[in-house]
């Protein structure tokens, strides 16, 4: 079991999630650094053309920190991680943590990660490679790119406004509030830290970021951003009404429902009379009237307010009743 130094009572079972495709020996010797910081390790080899789970076999034998599991086909990252977050789940885990097998991560930083979790600050961690300029600049600049492109599609999804950089896979959940997440609704492949930050905003999952690097030697990475940029842009729409639907009319109604309805109304008037005064225009060959003009610009000024003041709601008081609802659960 790990201790932390600040509260040297508080003893929590930590386990390890590892989904591995084309992992090799960078795996293996990430294996051998995690027995020195977690309890348990699982490692899913997803079909793996370089057999890492034998490898981990071969090299490790029976050791009782290590359980491998193996896909009969390459199911993805999602689906992998899911088969071991349960298992770690019915192991009693306190905590998991999942960590890439690529070695872009860097497992000593496992302990920051989970901290905020054990001091009780907070109900999961996710790492963010975007928190310095050096860090940043750490990072080959295609991925650069697209990172900050997915990122931000993510926050208008998830609502998690206070987040960055959520393709990162550096994540850690305490497990009785990932009990509450709906892990059999996200997406077995790519898209799964992003659908997993969704159905963690539906059951108002608190979340704390660290800073880190990530390492990048020669590997490459089976998701490139460009080519599933119009994929992902397509899942984060279909979360975002998902989440308006869930968040301000089924699980509550709020002012940020109100002005979503303000909007909504105004919007189509707003239409219906550019539609109208479009259509007088071509066919009767005049101009606008004062006030039909002044019509139109009021309707596009409210709606844009409230357009304004529904992602200001979104954006500050949804993270603070997250906030407040992660210590109804302490």
């Known amino acids: 079991m790990s201790k932390i130094k600040n509260n040297p009572d508080s003893i929590f079972k930590v386990g390890c999630a590892i989904p591995c495709f084309k992992g090799g020996n960078i795996t293996i010797n990430l294996i051998e650094d995690l027995f020195q910081l977690v309890d348990l390790i699982v490692l899913v080899d997803d079909s793996c053309p370089l057999r890492t789970g034998e490898l981990a076999k071969k090299h490790f034998g029976e050791n009782k920190k290590l359980k491998i599991i193996f896909n009969d086909s390459n199911m993805g990252v999602g689906f992998s991680v899911k088969r071991a977050f349960r298992l770690l789940m019915d192991k009693k885990c306190d905590i998991v943590v999942k960590i890439d097998a690529d070695g872009q ?77 709906r892990l059999d609704k996200t997406k077995s492949r790519y898209f799964f830290e992003s659908d997993l930050l969704f159905q963690s905003s539906l059951s108002n999952i608190c979340f704390s970021q660290i800073p880190m690097r990530s390492i990048y030697v020669k590997e490459v990475s089976s998701l490139n951003p460009y080519s599933q940029f119009f994929i992902f842009l397509f899942f984060h729409l279909i979360n975002f009404f998902k989440r308006i639907i869930y968040q301000y009319f089924l699980l509550d109604f709020n002012i940020g429902s109100l002005e979503i309805i ?53 954006a500050t008081q949804q993270p603070l009743l997250r906030r407040l609802n992660k210590y109804t659960h302490n």
């Open 105 to 181: 991560m860097d497992p000593n930083l496992i302990p920051e990660l989970i901290k905020p979790i054990k001091l009780g600050y907070s109900d999961a961690v996710k790492g963010n490679r975007f928190s310095s300029i050096d860090h940043i600049n750490s990072m080959p600049n295609f991925r650069k790119i697209g990172n900050l492109g997915l990122s931000f599609m993510n926050k208008f999804s998830t609502g998690y406004w206070e987040l960055f950089d959520p393709t990162n896979g550096f994540i850690a959940f305490k497990t009785d509030r990932l009990k509450q997440v």
């Open 262 to 314: 303000g909007f909504s109304i105004t919007s189509i008037m707003l239409l219906l009379n550019s539609i109208k005064v479009y259509s007088d225009g071509i066919y009767y060959q005049r101009l606008a009237s004062p006030g039909e003009a002044n019509l139109i610009s009021i309707l596009a000024i409210v709606s844009m307010q409230l357009l304004i003041g529904f992602f200001y709601f979104d």
